[in-house]
Structures are given as structure tokens and as C-alpha cells.
């Protein structure tokens, strides 16, 4: 595959991509621009010989798809920044796809800035060991060939699924900021077997385990998760008495909440 990917910025999210990336592509037809050069040549380097450009304009100017890994805050001004290298490849009938990660971002607005092929995604951090999520929305000028090649690079982080661009915002609370909301249940969870009297170590080991387990049977079964746990859940055992407690502590609601509160704060990122 000779296609060419730059991506402005070095954080968690773009490093996640970018390392699933190099299984596919060779590591030159990869390269990096950030506001923190040494960050870009440090991953640059953890890819084996991708690219560090001089400047997000350069960068624009090599690629066939820019991946803006860039908070919300700043996409603004990276925007205008990369808007002339742009015009200059739409120009010479080259033009660039880009690939925003920015939280709220919409299509419609980043082409109310750019006149660009724009494809939006939501990754989340478990990306970075090729367990991740990835859901993914494109403008109309982003050809199902393009999209084929992005999603075979993108597939390399996690599983890539294609979505109507309205879904977006609540993606980013599900899937997005929902890995937080499970570290938060696994540290609870390790907490209480510590409670319990199991060491720290093994505590966290049965909780994490626990917790992957739990979600594979979800995944391979195909049952509702509802049904899984009626099959744990014996009369007047151990487990309906810890889901008592669960429900009186208004457990479903509260994740609920958090995952609308999340979807909110997105929405309002835009």
C-alpha cells in the first residue's frame, strides 16, 4: 500500500492510530508534526523511521490523509494554519482527506472553514493496544475507495464501524469516555475485594480479568447482557445480594448519567 498519512499531533490518541498504522504501511509513508517537536521525533522513532515534519503545512503538503489528533480547543487555529497547503493540493487536483478526532467537531463546520473532503472519527484509548473502537463518518466527497483504505489502516487499532455523523456525539460518550467509566468499575470493583480481605495484587488481577471476561461472553455469546446475568444470579445466593446493593446505589442509572453527561459535554464542544 503506498498511501501516505501525516498526523498533527502526538498524543495518546494519535500515537494509538499511528502505531496500528505501521503494521499496515511502511514506516516513511508515516510522518508527524506537533507544536512539541521532540514529542513528534519520539514517536516518530518508536515507529522505526516515520517522517517528522517541519511544520503541520509540510506535513499537508506530503499526505493523502492528515489525521488532526488535536484537542477541540485548538483545531481552530491548526485549521486556518494548514488552510493555504490545502488549497494548494485542491488546486493541483491533488486534494487531501482529512481525519478529525476532535470531540464536538462536526463535518459541516470544519468545511465551513475548509473546503476538503473530511472523514470524522471517535477512537478510544484502548486503541492503543488494538482493542479499540472506532466509529466512522465521511462528507460526500470522500470516495468508498478512500474510505476502504482508511478503514483497513484504522482496522489495525480495533474494530472500524461506519456510522450516520448524528450518532457521533453519543459514540463519544458510549465508547469515547466510556473506558474511563470502566477503569473507574474495575478500581471499585479490586477495592472491594480488598474489602474483602484479597490482597491489592489479586484483587485488581480477578477484577480486570473479571471485567474482559465478562465482556467477551457479551460479545460471543450474542445473549443480552441481562440474560448473562440471570445466569449467575441463583435465588438467594451471593450475587443477587451484591445486585441489591448495586440497585440501591442506583448503579444503572448513574452510569447512564455519566454517559449523557459525556454526550452533552460534547455536543457542546461543537
Keep these: 500500500m503506498n498511501t501516505t498519512i501525516a498526523c498533527i499531533g502526538s498524543g495518546n490518541m494519535g500515537r494509538a492510530l499511528m502505531h496500528g498504522a505501521a503494521g499496515i504501511l511502511p514506516p516513511k509513508n508515516i510522518g508527524f508534526s506537533d507544536a512539541d517537536r521532540s514529542k513528534a521525533e519520539a514517536l516518530a522513532g518508536e515507529l522505526g523511521g516515520a517522517k517528522v515534519y ?124 466510556g473506558p474511563a467509566f470502566v477503569y473507574l468499575f474495575i478500581e471499585a470493583l479490586a477495592d472491594g475485594g480488598v474489602l474483602a480481605g484479597l490482597p491489592r495484587d489479586k484483587a485488581l488481577r480477578y477484577a480486570a480479568q473479571t471485567v474482559l471476561g465478562a465482556a467477551a461472553m457479551v460479545k460471543e455469546t450474542g445473549k443480552h447482557p441481562g440474560e448473562l446475568k440471570d445466569m449467575v444470579t441463583s435465588p438467594g445466593g451471593t450475587t443477587i445480594a451484591g445486585v441489591s446493593a448495586l440497585e440501591n446505589g442506583a448503579f444503572r442509572g448513574t452510569v447512564m448519567n455519566a454517559v449523557e453527561a459525556a454526550y452533552k459535554r460534547s455536543k457542546e464542544l461543537g
Design 54 to 177: 517541519p511544520s503541520n503545512n509540510d506535513a499537508v503538503m506530503e499526505a493523502d490523509f492528515v489525521f488532526l489528533a488535536v484537542k477541540p480547543q485548538v483545531l481552530d487555529t491548526v485549521l486556518k494554519e494548514i488552510a493555504p497547503a490545502l488549497l494548494i493540493r485542491t488546486n493541483n487536483k491533488k486534494p487531501v482527506t482529512l481525519v478529525s478526532m476532535a470531540a464536538g467537531w462536526n463535518i459541516r463546520k470544519i468545511q465551513s472553514l475548509l473546503d476538503v473532503p473530511v472523514v470524522r472519527i471517535m477512537p478510544n484509548t484502548p486503541a492503543l493496544i488494538s482493542q479499540g473502537v472506532i466509529a466512522m463518518a465521511a462528507s460526500a466527497e470522500v470516495t468508498e475507495e478512500s474510505l476502504a483504505v482508511l478503514a483497513k489502516i484504522l482496522g489495525a487499532a480495533g474494530i472500524v464501524d461506519r456510522i450516520s455523523e448524528n450518532y457521533m456525539d453519543a459514540v463519544t460518550g458510549l465508547s469515547g469516555s
